[in-house]
């Protein structure tokens, strides 16, 4: 893993890229994906829950029953942009499950008391 600062200057270069409304570089994305959900790791431990970006990264994370076999209860799944800016929030929990791009499933797949994961400027 990279350092942090380096973790947080891929979320920002993603995020500025999007409010360009530019499609980020594919590494860029990739990196800002998966430092978000090393952060959500962090501030959500557990095994009860499974994040999944295609194609870049899926972690298990919020205490709870563990799932060990088949399709995990508890699932959450995204696209690598729309997580950013669910991550950032610059896009509701609600507002991306009602119009598709957030599919949850399970009774503990609501995340946002963990968001923003990413606030801009403030190193986090």
């Known amino acids: 893993m990279s350092p942090a600062h380096n973790k947080s200057e891929s979320v920002q270069r993603a995020l500025d890229a999007l409010d360009r409304g530019e499609e980020p570089e ?30 870049f990264g899926a972690i298990q994370c919020v205490a709870g029953p563990r799932h060990t ?16 800016l669910l991550a950032t ?23 946002t008391e963990y968001l923003p994961l990413y606030r801009p400027g403030s190193g986090e």
Do not use: F, H, K, M
């Open 89 to 111: 929030e610059r896009v509701s929990w609600a507002d991306a499950l009602s119009d598709g791009r957030l599919r949850a499933s399970g009774i503990r797949t609501d995340l």
């Open 69 to 84: 076999r088949g399709t995990p209860p508890n699932v959450v799944e995204t696209d690598p942009r729309t997580w950013v």
């Open 26 to 55: 594919r590494t860029v994305l990739r990196d800002a994906v998966r430092a978000l959900l090393t952060e959500l790791a962090r501030r959500a431990p557990g095994r009860s829950v499974e994040v999944r970006i295609p194609p």
